[in-house]
RNA sequence: GCGCUUCUAGCUCAAUAGGCAGAGCAACUGACUCUUAAUCAGUGGGUUCCGGGUUCGAUUCCCGGGGAGCGCACCA
């Protein structure tokens, strides 16, 4: 120790103060043994500590030595008898003393000049609790096991939105909501993987990089393959692939993997997303909404033990019971006061969309009443709600209805107001679905930049028959919005940022 | 892509109707053997996002650029 201030070298003059003076530790650490050990002799963990010593009266000793390692969060320094606050990754924290009787002075006034907050640090010694009667570990010896250079920021207010999106690992180290998100979100996951695996589903992974891209109107985001020298795009969607599949007897498949769209961000939509989907052979899309209704229910149960799951804001959201089916052309004509189906004129849906203020891209009959729609009934969606029969047009993946004329079998799933997840019937007819993408490519022509392009490969798929079909789609990053209350760049570990 | 707002110490934020840039936490020096956002005394720390302009003087006003947030458009 010295009396005097730290003497920065010429080289740490530019860094700002506190990271000097940590290097400055980190290099004494070095010379006098190591600042990053490669292991320490772990017994226990903080979390096994106090789940093993729940309630011990104060002021006991319990004769239980343990080696515990944490990140130092809090510490509390006086003359002959520390105090800090070490945290695992789960979050779980543990008091750990070190007092001069215990590791002697040499060693207690290294810990003084070397410790700071945010350091990994490894402690032998008692279980014992102190004379406020908290858990503690009595300290003998000590050893950093990873010197940070860089300040954790003050516990004592809340991170800036875009210091925690950009230092995402330091909102994951001070705040416990972070964690629980990472957390919630695994869950999840394990819960519908295990729903899929209980009906004998397969885990599939598709292209990420294909050269048509297809199964969804969305933008592509461009890049180039030097083998090949090909244009390729990053997928929007696994649709083609995974029916491809279903063509090759995969009867029941599924994907759980990011889809990339080039298009805008905002508080729900993320350049790339996560997204399930999901084909049944022989189901179709009644069968595939009773699939959707169970993987998000369970997932409920599984995570949070309720359907009627809070939220962020402290609202609860319903997802019990059997979820509403509506019409769309009929919520629509409901809602409007205006009686609308497949066969309204054109110039009648112009009419309306003009009087609310709707302006609407490239005009189809099927685009105004799905833009109506939207206009007139979908805010109005809390429960979970399942849209039916849509116009067919604008889908050109779905089958035609069984039995009403000029709509298909395709739902969407409303949960608070947000599309959850869609489902069809699929289209299986290989001459069908090549008028369809006929369509679209006409559009294309005109100017629609989301037109889909025509697929030969997976027309020829198509080809060799595709048995009926169920299929459905989900964005992962909204059903744990939906779950949490939380905007998507919250359920997004590492969400993009320039 | 368009509009509005915003960017100051490691972090969270003040301030200047154009005139030496401040606080809390963190850091540094010292005291303290039961603290827990420890306490007490003292100290240091800033390219005020970047570039230009106006001005005796710009962090502040103006112009351009960049990042971020919100709204709109597009989309899930």
Redesign the pocket.
Known sequence: ??????VVNEEEQDL????A??MQ?RERLLASGDAYPVSVEITSTIDAVKAKYPDLDV?VATGDKVGIAGRVM????????C???LQAGSGARI?V?L????VGESRLEEY??LV??GDHLFVSGEV?T?????L?V?VDSWQITSKTI??????????????????RYVDLIVRDRAREVVQIRSKVMQSMRKTFTDRTYLEVETPMLQTIHGG????PFKTHSNAFDTELFLRIAPELFLKRAVVGGIDRVYEINR???N???????????AMLEAYEAYGDYNTMAELTQSLIQNAAMDVFGTLKVELENGEINDLSGQWDRISMFESLSKASGVEITPETDIAVLKKLADKEG?????PQHG?YVE?LWEHFVKSGLVKPTFVMDFPVDTSPLVRNHRSKPGVVEKW?LYIRG???A?GYSELVDPVIQRERFVEQVKLAAAGD??AMKLDEEFLKALEFGMPPTGGMGM?I??LLMSLTGL???ETIMF????
């Open positions: 120790m010295t009396d005097e201030q730290p700002p103060e506190q990271i003076v940590r530790k002021d809090f510490q509390r320094n006086t003359g002959k008898l105090f800090a606050t008091q003393m007092s001069l009787d215990k003084k000049e700071d907050l014992i102190s004379k406020r009667g908290e503690s009595l860089r300040p954790l920021p003050n516990l004592h207010n809340e991170l800036g939105e875009e210091y925690r999106v950009r230092h969804a109107s969305a933008r889809n990339f769209r298009e805008g961000a905002d508080r729900t939509h993320s350049p790339e997303f709707l302006e609407i891209d490239h685009k833009e969407d947000y599309e959850q869609t930049p989301e964005g990053d909204r905007g998507i760049r969400p993009l940022v320039k």
